[in-house]
């Protein structure tokens, strides 16, 4: 089985490399140019040098991706470089004799990821810049653009927890199904396949699921539904039931996973929920603790009393324990999942306290199946390659070249009536694992 090679053209791989990160460094580099006179008046005189190196750094590395340079070993200080340089190390085992893997050379979401780290490299190396988030302007910028597509889902979610209490079994799973799907479609709102561009949701995120149903590809909610209503039936009232959220993209995307997360809780679905994101910017629209934080914030100030009520409610759960935020070096390596359990021990520990896993979006699912070229109707569990902390599920839009578990002939009859449904956004797939 194959890893997606970004040096096969024409490949979406190829095309990710060759267009899309440079556009997505040029915008990076513009990014640090108009907040030039933000830095000076932070920093004084230091702030601007920081700046014209970070631009340099960066237009240096810009140029050896564009001209297909040998991957260099990271040399700043933090404590992801050990592994870093060994998988580089490990990419350069796999080459004959004196090959060097270079960035169109070597596996795409190695690459990928290895830009996003050179990035960050580039500002760790630059004090007193070295913390600013150069995909923050954006991904505000996002948020601000699906506002009312938020008020939308927060008065929803205020207007239905008044009588939660009374719903009966069926009706609890019609709105967990719900959630589950709006939280699955907020998933097309991500800033690295639009290249940074707006790709914020503008439509009622609730009006539309009846239309978009039939573009769940691998519908497994049932199986989720079945899991959850069990183990709060069977539970005691010490004990727990915990769903962790590993989350993808800040904004509209990140909404919909607190609002998911809300509803599970007040639900008495679950006890508590574990959220899981990036200790530093990360594809352009993945969510730091920063943005979380900010997120939160920006709600409960809003002007909208629905939206402050879900912010002050969520504070709230923060504070109690129920809601808890974590971050860990593991989600921006690149490594695959299966290698969690060597590679980060104490994070694969953690994950198997849960009772459901939900992996959000489109890089956790090449994570979760190792972005290999599998036949489409391999099945999920076999893709995880014994990745099994708990039992998980993907909630993910199409934006890559892998996908697995499908019936026979359900991918194939896309392949000449729609080339580029893999990599559109368009289709979604609910997948679950249960066994362990
Ligand atoms: O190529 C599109 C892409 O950059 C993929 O590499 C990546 O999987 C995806 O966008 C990010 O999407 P998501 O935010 O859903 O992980
Ligand atoms: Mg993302």
């Given at each position: 089985m194959y890893y997606f090679d970004s040096f096969l053209v024409r490949s979406f791989a190829y095309f990710t490399i060759k267009d899309r990160l440079p556009q997505i460094l040029t915008r990076v580099i513009d990014t640090l140019h108009r907040h030039k006179n933000e830095f000076f008046e932070e920093h004084g005189e230091k702030g601007i040098e920081a700046e014209k190196n970070t631009i340099s750094i960066l237009s240096k590395l810009r140029n050896e991706l564009q001209t297909d340079k040998p991957l260099v070993p990271l040399d700043d200080k933090l404590p992801d470089v050990p592994l870093w340089n060994q998988y580089l190390e490990y990419q350069q085992n796999l080459l004959d004799g004196n090959e060097q893997p270079s960035w169109f050379q070597s596996p795409w979401l190695y690459v990928e990821c290895y830009m996003y780290r050179?990035?960050?490299?580039?500002?760790?190396?630059?004090?007193?810049?070295?913390?600013?988030?150069v995909f923050k302007e954006a991904k505000i910028e996002s948020f601000f653009e699906s506002q009312q597509a938020?008020?939308?889902?927060?008065?929803?979610?205020?207007?239905h927890l008044k009588n939660i209490e009374d719903l009966d079994e069926k009706q609890l799973q019609e709105e967990l199904f719900k959630l589950l799907q709006v939280s699955l479609w907020g998933n097309k709102c991500d800033l690295s396949i639009s290249a940074g561009e707006d790709n914020s949701q503008k439509a009622s995120p609730l009006k539309s699921l009846d239309n978009l149903k039939t573009l769940i590809l691998v519908d497994d909610m049932e199986s989720i539904w079945s899991l959850l209503i069990n183990s709060k039936k069977r539970r005691t009232s010490i004990e727990?039931?915990?769903?962790?959220?590993?989350?993808?993209?800040?904004?509209?995307?990140?909404?919909?996973?607190?609002?998911?997360?809300?509803?599970?809780l007040s639900s008495k679905l679950v006890t508590e929920i574990h959220f899981h994101g990036k200790c530093i910017p990360w594809?352009?629209?993945?969510?730091?603790?920063?943005?979380f934080n900010w997120t939160i914030k920006q709600l409960q100030s809003a002007n909208n009393r629905w939206m402050s009520r879900c912010g002050m409610n969520w504070e709230g759960s923060i504070k109690k324990g129920v809601l808890v935020y974590h971050d860990h070096i593991f989600w921006t390596l690149p490594h695959?999942?299966?290698?969690?359990?060597?590679?980060?021990?104490?994070?694969?520990?953690?994950?198997?306290?849960s009772h459901l896993i939900i992996f959000k979006g489109d890089l956790n699912y090449r994570k979760l199946t190792g972005d290999r070229?599998?036949?489409?109707?391999?099945?999920?569990?076999?893709?995880?390659?014994?990745?099994?902390?708990?039992?998980?599920?993907?909630?993910?839009?199409?934006?890559?070249?892998?996908q697995v578990g499908l019936k026979p002939g359900q991918g194939e009859q896309f392949v000449t009536s729609e080339p580029d449904w893999m990599i559109c956004g368009k289709y979604g797939v609910v997948q679950f694992d249960a066994s362990l």
């Open positions: 050179r990035i960050h490299e580039a500002l760790v190396h630059n004090p007193p810049i070295d913390d600013y988030d938020i008020i939308a889902l927060c008065t929803y979610l205020q207007e727990v039931t915990r769903v962790d959220i590993v989350l993808d993209n800040a904004g509209y995307e990140l909404i919909t996973d607190l609002i998911l997360a809300d509803f599970l594809y352009v629209s993945d969510t730091t603790k920063q943005d695959e999942f299966c290698s969690m359990a060597q590679v980060a021990t104490d994070l694969y520990t953690e994950l198997q306290k070229k599998w036949e489409f109707t391999v099945p999920f569990h076999q893709a995880l390659n014994k990745f099994h902390p708990a039992p998980l599920c993907s909630l993910r839009t199409l934006k890559s070249d892998v």
